[in-house]
């Protein structure tokens, strides 16, 4: 009986190592690969002054010697604000938060003016999109349609391109007092990405982000916060140079004007391996609660392979080009991670741009 598990155990372990040298050899026959930069940034909206940026052209001019086709942002797609919508409740905080009242107010009166629904919006900014060139009129049209189906950075994109010309009066006050403040925020999505796809001319930003995983968050943490505030190791990780050194570069580059070093560090392997070694181990082999620790660890990661997936999307509609992901840096080791395994896809560093 024994050796019959044993020979049993052997033939798995082989094919399964058999699948994987399958799965290597197919990867390895792609011969056009699709170049996918992940590019770690701090949330930028931290800052509370206005944020000068000139002093981040250095850094898209770099960005734009990569040449990208397609750009994403750590933001809702449309597709799932619908779904959260018509989902748990624990979904309607996660949509004041991270989609905001405002747009939710906006989008519901122009699905009305427009006699669209939200999926049908979406539908239709899409078909709009496949215009590289649009006019003016067209122009106006992706605008509304886009809040209508909740994607406001392509929205805000389109804003950039119209907000000189007369065709701008044909935007209700209220939608352009929105995009105006949208526009202005410090926010990487916007003064980084936003900026990015502007300077190159592209016509949209793939949204990337995902939260379907905050129906469970809330029995998560009333489990791990009794030991989190107990926690020795979480106190002293809040005054670790991990976490300092961040807003240390941060407050440096606000005074030179110099950005590179924070965005250097923050995308580099050793930036990345503090981000398991000293902040993730903390649920995972430190003084928390071990289950409710390794729950808060399963979580980030759907959220984490969720974003990967959403990523693999925009992959899709991009096939052999190149992409870039603009995400908190925190997400960028557990996001190459995964898509170092995905097929046909190549993981591209911010630090290989500046060496060159």
């Known amino acids: 009986m024994l050796r019959f598990f044993l020979l049993s155990l052997f033939i798995f372990i082989s094919d399964f190592a058999n699948a994987d040298q399958d799965i290597h050899k197919l990867n390895e026959k792609v011969k056009h690969k699709t170049q996918v930069m992940i590019f770690g940034s701090i949330h930028l909206n931290s800052i509370e002054n206005k944020l000068n940026r000139d002093t981040l052209l250095p850094i898209l001019d770099l960005l734009e010697t990569y040449q990208p086709t397609a750009i994403a942002v750590e933001s809702l797609r449309g597709e799932d604000v619908i779904t959260m919508q018509n989902g748990s409740t624990e979904y309607k905080e996660i949509l004041t938060s991270y989609v905001g009242e405002t747009l939710l107010s906006l989008a519901k009166k122009e699905q009305q003016i427009l006699a669209v629904s939200s999926t049908e919006a979406i539908i239709k900014m899409n078909v709009l999109l496949e215009n590289s060139e649009l006019n003016v009129e067209q122009t106006v049209e992706v605008i509304k349609v886009a809040i209508a189906g909740y994607y406001p950075d392509t929205a805000a994109l389109h804003w950039q391109y119209l907000n000189k010309t007369s065709a701008a009066h044909s935007i209700s006050p209220e939608l352009q007092l929105y995009l105006n403040q949208r526009i202005s925020s410090n926010n990487e999505r916007i003064t980084i990405a936003t900026a990015l796809a502007s300077k190159i001319n592209l016509n949209r930003l793939y949204p990337i982000d995902d939260h379907l995983d905050k129906d469970m968050y809330p029995n998560m943490v009333e489990k791990l916060m009794p030991s989190y505030e107990k926690s020795k190791y979480a106190k002293q990780l809040l005054e670790s140079e991990y976490i300092n050194k961040p807003q240390i570069l941060r407050d440096q580059a606000l005074k030179s ?45 759907i959220r984490n392979l969720n974003m990967v997936s959403n990523i693999m999307r925009v992959v899709a509609s991009h096939t052999g080009e190149r992409v870039i992901i603009v995400v908190g840096s925190t997400h960028k080791v557990f996001l190459e991670q995964y898509l170092s395994n995905m097929i046909g896809v190549d993981v591209i560093q911010f630090t290989e741009l500046v060496s060159k």
Request: charge should be negative.
């Open 257 to 301: 004007g110099n950005w590179l070093p924070l965005f250097l560090w923050i995308n580099s392997k050793e930036y990345n391996a503090d981000v398991i070694n000293k902040d993730w181990i903390l649920f995972a082999d430190k003084d928390l609660d071990p289950k409710a620790g390794l729950a808060r660890i399963a979580l980030w990661e």
